[in-house]
């Protein structure tokens, strides 16, 4: 009997059903070649699921997850639910289903491909040669800490706590030095330490940890703001970076310009046990939703991350990834990674899905 894998889609808002439909058929491809199924149950999650149910993330949606090997998400969120006046908002299904599965690590690879090079704002020789994995803390700091309002009019103050504990901090640093010891060897933590007392506790239980369980790999500190100017001046000096959830947030958002864009980007997120959760890091795009032509490469690379990491599959990862290599360098390319003023058609996102899936092999 074939091995039967349980993937529940999270499609949410703007292009997100484009990109996640576009995924699903390349992912039946390479079952079909690698003697294995895919079930498929879709949920709502963000900006969809408040209309339709008032919640932005259901407990049905909550339940099938936790029932899935993994789990497959397009985008959360767009103008239609920006009031900041709602009394909820599309992110915090995304924050919530992330708390909910204990998904605690965020990874994030930065690797720019060759063909591509100079679709980066960057020069050439900065970025050529750079392969960094971030690794971003997902269920703490300033996302989950205590929030609110106090006072009125000229008075009115807003506040929202930086919160961590030891048991957070090194699970994390854990997954992170583990990571690091199947690629260079090198782990950096990037904190801001010098101002900030959760990123004191951090410094300080990060250092023990490698101290004590990781001695073979070679650690090093950044404060966040010396990682920011450095990713852009020398990012190939990092191997794998961990942070908190803030830092993480805005410094990957930041190294998504050494590949050229938002759209080549994957990422999953992951816990001790339980189904992980693949997604692009781009948002939901709501400017170009509907017209077929977002960039489906960065979500096609998420269920290749998936493949890899919840469904034991690389060989069927590896297809995926051959594939998506092979489109780029064929010269095709989707309009946000089209060179500006040259002669090449920008595809659509279905024009792109058919030919990564005529180059599966």
């Not at 006072?151 to 048991?167: C, H, I, L, P």
């Not at 001790?272 to 096609?300: C, F, K, M, R, V």
Request: one cysteine or more; charged letters at 20%; hydrophobic letters at 45%.
């Amino acid at each position: 009997m074939p091995k039967t894998y349980s993937i529940v889609l999270l499609p949410g808002d703007g292009i997100g059903p484009e990109i996640v439909a576009g995924a699903v058929r390349v992912l039946d491809r390479v079952a079909e070649l690698e003697g294995f199924s895919l079930t498929y149950s879709e949920q709502l999650i963000g900006g969809i699921s408040i209309d339709t149910t008032g919640d932005p993330l259901p407990p049905a949606t909550v339940d099938a997850c936790r029932a899935s090997d993994a789990i497959l998400l397009g985008a959360v969120g767009g103008p239609k639910w920006d009031d900041p006046t709602a009394k909820t908002r599309p992110e915090v299904g995304l924050l919530g289903i992330r708390k909910a599965l204990s998904l605690f690590a965020n990874l994030r690879p930065i690797v720019p491909f060759e063909e591509l090079l100079d679709a980066s704002p960057l020069k050439r020789e900065v970025i050529e040669g750079t392969d960094i994995l971030f690794v971003r803390e997902l269920t703490g700091d300033v996302y989950f800490g205590e929030s609110g309002r106090t006072g009125s009019g000229a008075e009115e103050t807003a506040f929202q706590n930086m919160v961590y504990s030891v048991s957070e901090v090194e699970r994390v640093v854990r997954l992170a030095a583990r990571a690091a010891q199947q690629r260079r060897n090198h782990l950096t933590s990037v904190d801001k330490a010098n101002v900030l007392e959760p990123s004191r506790l951090w410094r300080q239980v990060a250092q023990r940890v490698m101290t004590e369980e990781f001695p073979d790999v070679r650690y090093d500190v950044v404060l966040v703001d010396a990682m920011a100017m450095h990713l852009l001046s020398r990012p190939r000096d990092f191997d794998v970076v961990v942070t908190a959830n803030l830092f993480g947030d805005i410094l990957t958002d930041e190294a998504s310009m050494l590949p050229g864009s938002l759209g080549m980007l994957p990422s999953a997120s992951l816990g001790d046990s339980g189904p992980g959760l693949y997604e692009p890091i781009h948002g939901s795009a709501p400017d170009i939703a509907g017209q077929g032509i977002a960039n489906p490469l960065a979500t096609i690379l998420a269920a290749s991350m998936m493949l890899r990491h919840s469904l034991a599959e690389p060989a069927a990862a590896e297809r995926i990834e051959q594939a998506v290599r092979q489109v780029l360098a064929d010269g095709l390319r989707t309009a946000d990674i089209a060179p500006q003023g040259g002669n090449v058609r920008p595809l659509k996102t279905a024009e792109m899905v058919a030919a990564v899936l005529t180059r599966i092999s």
